[in-house]
């Protein structure tokens, strides 16, 4: 149960996030995936499609995808992984219904003191809605 602390914790500070904001306006919807994966769980579709509906319902001027890994032996694979996330949540979007040219694409690469925590592996889906 102590080892499993740390990465509950680390999942309920990040949901938490979605309900913040990076300004005013500001959406933010945290989506995971597993160890060196690519993969979307249906939990994290659901995540996507709940940040498209947001994007759609408030006619979003951008929606930025930040891409992240944790630092594994190669740091060059583990950046790639965070450019793939942050593909496969864009087309994601797209195919559920938010326009392309508002879709910005963000890769983080990894930093040496970087672990593979839970943290670690997830792209942000931040909605900045238009302003009436």
Not at 18 to 23: D, E, L, M, Q, T
Not at 90 to 98: D, F, I
Request: proline share 6%; net charge neutral.
């Amino acid at each position: 149960m102590m080892r499993r602390l740390p990465v509950l914790l680390s999942i309920s500070a990040l949901a938490g996030l979605a309900a913040c904001s990076n300004g005013p306006d500001r959406d933010r919807y945290p989506v995971f995936f597993g160890p060196a994966s690519t993969a979307l769980s249906l939990a994290a579709q659901t995540i996507i499609d709940k940040a498209a509906a947001d994007a759609r319902d408030t006619h979003a001027r951008t929606v930025e995808v930040i891409g992240h890994a944790g630092a594994g032996a190669n740091l060059s694979a583990d950046e790639l992984l965070s450019v793939e996330r942050a593909k496969v949540v864009a087309a994601a979007l797209a195919k559920a219904g938010v326009g392309g040219a508002q879709i910005s694409q963000i890769a983080h690469p990894p930093k040496n003191n970087e672990d593979a925590s839970v943290a670690s592996r997830l792209v942000t889906i931040e909605v900045d809605p238009s302003t009436p």
